[in-house]
């Protein structure tokens, strides 16, 4: 690998670097995409065949969740070879294969970095683990017991427990924020940021795009290791970890969102500045800091590109009130930063389940909110079958693979529901993901959901994707304009986005049942090709049940 340090050619200047400023990611969980050699787990080799249908989406970049090499206690987001494709979704030549087919379609590739842990059967661990004194002892969080031989501090782990772990070898514990089996990298050492910065290094030189940093609030610790103060019953949610979580009892102030981390995040930003248009966006969890730690971690075009929180991925449903509170605290928090939105990922319940479940026309509400998704100021995420409308799995205890359900079965029933795998055919076999026995099983109810169930069908939730995401490239201001918001009552949410010339005027409602939005003064004139229902007339803006409307004011 070249050296972190070392820098390669200058960027063009005529290549677009704010590609990502308002782009649209299709998340993609490779062990449920396709499977391509028929042993139940999807591969790279099943992207790239599926590569065409994420093009004609009409999104803008891929991100794949991990693939590295890994003993797959948590599915990849424990890696034992950062520069290396896991044997069961292939190759280095298949993912080079993959980069280049994604180019030739028109797509970025963005790749899921776990810079936070390795696995611990990691070569790295190993060394660190061996003794006190070799050349990497210091590169995971390890300390002494306290006297009485309990952990140093009172500090948790999101997967339940201790986040401490005792290790016989050295006779001391270590840092886990995850699984005992992925312990923490000491980021306070350089030669371990170095490190990390290389492995960034080496997938740029193969072409990727961009990363999606996980976790990316949890790079450094406070060296002090003192305990988290509790956080009062009234401040608690269930934004970053589920409500019978004990996690969420404490104020994670010395663990995690540390201000040392904007060092390294520049560093980071400098090494992808050095490419001709490369991003990053980071994955911010949480749950009382969350906008505030963003708007530190896109400031300045020093640090990463956009992050993410957990806004909308909680449990709490969306409302208007909710969307206006958000962007306006987001515009006001990080006024030059920018963020990435997304109702669904593979760590949560899908938002069919979670918010669309009990309204009267489920599928006309997941119209409506897709809709205002793509029209917030910000780049959006769509994870893999959100396009479909696949709710959450329910699984049986039997089929359960992900560790954390199985922890705290049955009140949190883990990942496993929102991972199983896509259903591309109604009429083959495990819905044409694969002709073996799948990973987790394929639900009965998503079949009718499958793609070429839905494709060609202009009232389905496919089609409409493929129709908004459309009418969203004619208008770069839904894109990259500025946001302000018209005063709107009850369910409905209305904005303006203003980019150059252009100034579009958005009102949603997310009822059920039909409502007014007065947009003020001026001739409004409706834009076509979005394919929601509102009408302008004689007043204000009449919105059907789920509707939307979309014009110009002259």
């Not at 299709?26 to 790239?48: A, E, T």
Request: proline fraction near 6%.
């Amino acid at each position: 690998m070249q050296s972190a340090l070392k820098a390669t050619t200058r960027p063009d200047p005529a290549v677009d670097r704010d590609w990502w400023r308002g782009a649209v990611i299709y998340q993609i969980y490779p062990r449920s995409y396709q499977d391509s050699n028929d042993d139940g787990i999807g591969d790279l080799k099943g992207i790239v065949r599926r590569l065409p249908y994420i093009a004609s989406l009409g999104v803008d970049a891929i991100w794949i969740s991990p693939f590295f090499k890994s003993p797959m206690k948590d599915f990849g987001y424990d890696v034992s070879d950062y520069c290396d494709v896991d044997p069961m979704f292939g190759t280095l030549a298949d993912f080079d294969a993959l980069v280049a087919e994604a180019h030739r379609l028109g797509l970025k590739v963005m790749i899921d970095e776990v810079l936070s842990h390795t696995a611990d059967i990691h070569p790295w661990f190993k060394e660190s683990r061996s003794s006190r004194g070799n050349a990497k002892s210091d590169w995971y969080v390890w300390a002494d017991a306290k006297p009485d031989g309990t952990p140093p501090n009172n500090w948790l782990s999101i997967f339940g427990g201790s986040a401490w772990q005792w290790d016989t070898s050295r006779q001391q514990y270590y840092m886990h924020n995850f699984l005992a089996e992925q312990p923490d990298l000491n980021f306070h050492n350089k030669e371990v940021q170095d490190a990390l910065l290389d492995i960034t290094r080496f997938w740029l030189e193969r072409g990727v795009d961009g990363f999606r940093l996980d976790t990316i609030n949890f790079y450094f610790h406070s060296q002090g290791l003192e305990d988290n103060p509790p956080l009062p019953p009234e401040e608690r949610n269930d934004q970053t970890a589920p409500a019978v979580n004990p996690y969420n009892y404490q104020d994670h102030i010395y663990d995690k969102s540390r201000p040392e981390n904007l060092g390294f995040l520049e560093r980071f930003r400098a090494l992808l500045d050095e490419y001709p248009a490369q991003a990053a966006v980071g994955e911010v969890g949480d749950s009382q800091r969350g906008l505030e730690v963003v708007a530190a971690y896109t400031a300045d075009g020093k640090r990463v590109h956009m992050c993410y929180s957990f806004d909308f991925l909680a449990p709490e449903k969306i409302s208007a009130a909710k969307v206006r509170a958000v962007l306006e605290a987001f515009g006001t928090v990080a006024s030059d930063g920018w963020s990435c939105w997304a109702f669904s990922n593979h760590d949560v319940m899908r938002v069919a389940s979670r918010w669309a479940a009990n309204e009267a026309d489920p599928t006309a509400y997941l119209k409506v909110i897709s809709a205002l998704l793509m029209s917030l100021r910000g780049s959006v995420c769509i994870y893999q079958g959100e396009e479909l409308g696949l709710g959450e799995a329910e699984l049986e205890f039997e089929d359960l693979q992900d560790p954390y359900g199985i922890r705290f079965w049955p009140e949190f029933k883990g990942r496993d529901g929102c991972r199983t795998p896509m259903v591309w055919d109604a009429a083959a076999r495990n819905g044409g993901f694969s002709t073996a026995k799948p990973w987790l099983p394929v639900p009965g109810k998503h079949l009718s959901q499958a793609v070429n169930v839905q494709q060609g069908d202009a009232s389905s939730l496919l089609e409409h994707y493929r129709r908004f995401l459309a009418f969203r490239r004619q208008h770069p201001a839904l894109a990259k304009g500025d946001i302000d918001f018209v005063e709107s009552g009850g369910d409905t949410v209305a904005f303006t986005r203003r980019e150059g010339n252009e100034r579009i005027v958005c009102a949603f409602n997310l009822g059920s049942k039909p409502a007014v939005v007065d947009l003020g003064q001026g001739t409004l004139q409706p834009l076509p090709g979005h394919g929601l229902s509102g009408q302008t007339g004689p007043g204000p803006v009449r919105l059907g049940g789920y509707g939307a409307w979309f014009g110009r004011i002259d």
